[in-house]
């Protein structure tokens, strides 16, 4: 084809020879030197409409470059190169579509620039952000993966979401021994449904969870355990055995029916049943085992024995106000030890009669009730012991038949004896009455006043003539009855009664009798001698 040049006008010449020319057709030639076109709507065609490929090409020192239309595709091509299609960098297709060949660059290291990509919906855009170094989605633009786009990633202006429509959505390392972190040192990672783990999980921070968890839902036979920095079972739930643990060093729980608490094993022991539920086990040599109950000093610890009908049927209580410790049975209180004592059938005790143990009893008057029982061999045993400090003083014994009430009498605890010469005259000097006590008027007995007996044979009598318990009142130690206040009187002025114990009366009238079976005998012979 025979080159052809073809100018309409040339306005122009430059002194570097470059002119302006408006209207110029070139074919199968070159150019050198600048061109530029002028006019309001200036145009430069390369081609004719043909079917026929166009180039432009860039001549460079070391690398071709060139702008062409592929006519075979009518895609608009950029690439590398001196002929069209020898490396595409980018085409643009008759629809606007372009297709990068290569890598992608927007600005230089160090000065990058904004891209913006808008979607189809007004004010949604995928924007990479250079003064931020960070890739932007605005709220609610998703970003979809998968054929089906299956797996969605979003933020909707409150709260940022990963969901996944089929399959298990997974969040794991391809290398064994890489950890997978989720959440920050100062955020919260919450589950909102449902959390299904097979492996292990190790928690290293705290766990703060707000409503119910649950474990082995499906009742399978699973363990749970929990290790401390010396114990590998410090918390366990066996699932098999349905026992719960803890304290145990290197094992699950082996006793009970419920909850078992190990300090150290106690050997091959067995724990009987009803009594199963809670079991305490600590098996070091010479320690103890027990239950500590913490309160406040002005409240109470509790342990309550309760059925069906009743939340407290059985108490044991202890005061840390008063300090004392109380019993209950059938609801109500029953028994008290405190630091001066211990009561029976009583909630408070009568401070003025000095005793250790003291009874509220309700005998019945037909004899079928009494506030003590005690039932022994029918050998000779010994029921009850008194001891002081120099030993036994005394004994309650019984045999098959009867009771014996025992003061200490043994010869080798006595010295200095002598006989007793005057029973005659002390037992003269005794003043048997017929009378009745004023709080039983009509039972009359026979006995002795003590404030009588007491210079005949003084050791009979305890107390004192006309003594009286002093008056007691209230004070801050006091549990106080309603109505009442410290200073008030808690217990009026009484008799501090005398007492007698007969049997000391014995002696005196053994040594009587002995002295009048003598004057019996000596009266006896000299009527003998007379009769003779």
Not at 316 to 331: G, K, L, P, R, S
Request: net charge negative; aromatic share 6%; glycine share 10%.
């Amino acid at each position: 084809m025979a080159s052809e040049i073809k100018v309409d006008t040339i306005s122009e010449k430059t002194s570097a020879g470059g002119v302006t020319i408006d209207g110029l057709l070139i074919k199968d030639g070159n150019i050198s030197g600048d061109v530029a076109l002028a006019g309001t709507t200036p145009t430069f065609t390369i081609g004719d409409a043909g079917a026929e490929d166009a180039t432009l090409l860039f001549d460079g020192n070391a690398q071709d470059f060139h702008i062409g239309l592929d006519d075979s595709s009518d895609d608009l091509v950029i690439g590398v190169g001196s002929a069209l299609g020898t490396t595409t960098a980018l085409a643009i297709d008759e629809n606007a579509g372009s297709t990068f060949s290569g890598t992608v660059t927007v600005g230089v290291d160090d000065t990058g620039k904004d891209v913006k990509l808008f979607g189809a919906t007004s004010g949604s855009f995928l924007l990479w952000d250079e003064s931020a170094d960070a890739l932007l989605l605005t709220d609610s633009t998703p970003i979809q993966i998968g054929d089906a786009q299956d797996l969605t990633l979003y933020h909707d202006g409150s709260h940022s979401y990963i969901t996944n429509k089929t399959g298990t959505m997974k969040i794991a390392t391809e290398t064994s021994g890489i950890a997978v972190t989720i959440g920050h040192t100062t955020s919260e990672t919450t589950i909102a449904d449902n959390l299904t783990v097979t492996g292990t999980t190790t928690i290293t921070g705290s766990l703060d969870v707000n409503n119910q968890v649950t474990i082995n839902e499906n009742s399978a036979d699973v363990d749970f355990r929990v290790e401390s920095n010396t114990k590998t079972h410090m918390l366990t739930v066996d699932g098999g055995n349905n026992l719960v643990g803890i304290g145990h060093a290197n094992a699950m729980p082996d006793h009970g029916t419920g909850l078992h608490i190990k300090t150290a094993d106690a050997g091959s022991v067995s724990v009987a049943t009803g009594a199963d539920e809670l079991v305490l086990e600590n098996g070091t040599s010479e320690a103890g085992c027990g239950m500590t109950i913490l309160s406040a000093t002005d409240a109470e610890g509790i342990i309550n024995f309760a059925d069906s009908g009743d939340a407290d049927k059985g108490r044991i209580v202890y005061n840390q106000t008063n300090d004392y410790m109380a019993m209950w049975t059938n609801a109500s209180e029953t028994g008290r030890f405190a630091g001066y004592g211990l009561l029976l059938g009583r909630t408070s005790f009568v401070s003025s009669t000095g005793a250790v143990i003291q009874v509220n009893a309700d005998i019945k008057s037909s004899g079928g009730g009494a506030f003590l029982s005690i039932t022994a061999l029918t050998s000779l045993a010994t029921s009850c012991l008194f001891h002081n400090g120099n030993g036994e003083v005394g004994s309650i014994k019984t045999n098959s038949s009867a009771t014996s009430f025992n003061t200490s009498s043994d010869y080798r605890l006595k010295e200095n004896e002598t006989a007793i010469t005057d029973g005659i005259t002390r037992i003269k000097q005794l003043k048997p009455y017929r009378f009745n006590f004023k709080a039983d008027a009509d039972k009359t007995v026979d006995g002795f006043f003590a404030h009588e007996v007491s210079p005949i044979i003084p050791e009979a009598i305890s107390g004192e003539k006309d003594a009286m318990y002093p008056e007691v009142l209230y004070t801050a130690d006091d549990e106080l009855p309603e109505g009442k206040n410290i200073g008030d009187v808690k217990e009026a002025t009484k008799i501090n009664p005398q007492g007698i114990d007969q049997s000391k009366l014995v002696p005196v009238t053994v040594a009587c009798l002995k002295e009048l079976i003598t004057k019996i005998e000596t009266l006896e012979a000299k009527v003998a001698v007379l009769e003779g």
